[in-house]
């Protein structure tokens, strides 16, 4: 019956109405949020995420990727519903072995045997979109032909029909068309998906990964025969070895589960804040590991695309962030499609500033896994409430980021994530693949209340009202800001070159000189410090000033 395209379509739309009923009534008949309807509301979302996974095995096809798709989306799931769904297996039952054989002979134009010399019965792995038999070339040489299921193609085509019926019902009888677009959802859904089911674009992923790879030590991509891949058949090199996970695997081996996780750690960080592609599911099944400590990365069906643009706009919104320039950050925001055309830029711009504050006042010394996924889950609250949609790429690019950490936790549950970090951020943020660098553009930023003193001063002379303003004092305190950073750096020029002075009196043996020296640049320092010490207290006044309007 899962072959019928009216049984499958009746039961996906089916069941997806019932879940839009149970949420109606349930808010029907709970007027008021107490923690007993919060508990009651989390767990309809449970019961309705496991009948989702029950259903999704029974049907296979499209259900299983759409699970997995959506447990990216924290734009559009809660939490709860998400953690099922992260659950979702992507192994079903195999197909019968002859089928595929014949799929693989239908594809190379004759028979199996003119290719290969055997080939195993039974697959060795079994997933939704293909199947990985072990087989043998003409020479002996061990390889992995991964073959597309029976039927598969046209499975997706009724599971599509089946989830526009879907959209097009939740556009018209729920709030929830109004929140995302549901429209470019469902393209985006149809494209993601639709990759996978042509592995010749695996293929090409596989030799991009394999070109980027190749000069890495203890990092390695599989060979790949193109004139045996087609559409629907991929024929790889066979790796020996096991899961990265396998704890028996590594102790067996004498490896070193540090030296391990840091090689995964570097492997996906360099995927992951650079532009190009990443692999955009990488558990541990993907993540082997040889007996030399070899890590070797497979399956690219899935992966993710960072633009060139995409990292520079990241890298503004950072500078944004760190600039208390939210403007910009909202700017990086609309470039990279974040934001819906519906949004409240404003009220986005305070909640973002509000939260930077919230995670700036605290202290990250201890930066630990609990740390990562209480910011995770604050930032799926963030989006979920929000007129924010991730575009695809970036909601797997978390979904990614979230994998490998529960990837480098089990290999070495000591894992110092902030330690290895922090040397990646300090070369991300100095703009090595970009042509200026964060530091650059927050030295710029610096500048300009000082190369805008003229005209403030002229500004604050001229205009009459700002005496009486009610905002006279905070002009005032803005104006005392740029005087300040002239003076401190007039100050440290005059330190600098009487220093200068003192050196060059002590080494020639010139007391006048070496005394004016030492005077001049006391002075000067007691002066830098003292201008510090208001400069501080007024941007203070400022900041606080600012927050008091802003309430």
Known sequence: MKYRAFY??????????????????????????????????ESLLVNQAKEYRKKSLELEGLLIKFGQFLSTRADLLPPVFLHELEGLVDRVEPVPP?????????????????????????????????????????????????????????????????????????????????????????????????????????????????????????????????????????????????????????????????????????????????????????????????????????DFGMVGEIKQEDASNIRMMIQGFILDDYDAVIRSLEKMDFLLPHANQQKVKRLLKETADMYLAGNFEKFDQDVINQILSDVQEFVQDQPIQLPADYAFLGRASSIVIGVLTSVYPEVDLMKWGKPVIQQWVSGNDSNESIYLNVLKESAKPLLSLPRSVNQFLTDGALERAWKERYYQRKLFHQFYLFYGLLSFIVFTLSAGVAGFGYVEGLDILLYIGISVSGASLLSLLLIFIRHFRNIYLITNNRRNNSE
């Open 98 to 298: 002859h089928i595929s054989k014949e799929i693989i002979q239908k594809e190379w134009n004759g028979n199996i045997e003119d290719y290969i010399q055997d080939i195993e019965d039974q697959p060795v792995a079994s997933a939704s979109i293909g199947e990985v038999y072990k087989a043998y070339l003409l020479d002996g040489t061990p390889v992995a032909i991964k073959v597309q299921r029976h039927r598969v193609e046209e499975i997706f085509r009724t599971d599509f029909k089946a989830l526009r019926i879907v959209f097009w019902i939740l556009a018209r009888v729920t709030s929830f068309g109004k929140k995302a677009d549901l429209g470019a959802l469902y393209r985006e859904l149809v494209m993601v998906i639709s990759k996978e089911l042509d592995f010749q674009k695996e293929l090409k992923h596989s030799l991009n990964f394999q070109k980027r790879y190749q000069d890495w030590e203890g990092v390695y991509v599989p060979e790949y025969y193109e004139h045996l891949s087609t559409r629907r058949v991929l024929v790889m090199e066979w790796i020996e070895g096991a899961k990265v996970t396998d704890s028996s695997f590594i102790r067996e081996n004498g490896l070193n589960r540090e030296q391990i996780a840091k090689r995964v750690f570097d492997l996906f960080t360099d995927q992951l804040v650079s532009a190009g592609m990443f692999h955009a599911d990488p558990h541990s099944g993907n993540l082997m590991i040889r007996s030399d400590g070899t890590l070797v990365m497979i």
């Open 8 to 41: 499958r379509i009746t039961v996906i739309v089916f069941m997806f109405i019932k879940f839009l009923w149970q949420i109606f009534w349930f808010r029907r008949t709970h007027r008021f949020w107490d923690e007993s309807a919060r508990e009651k509301w």
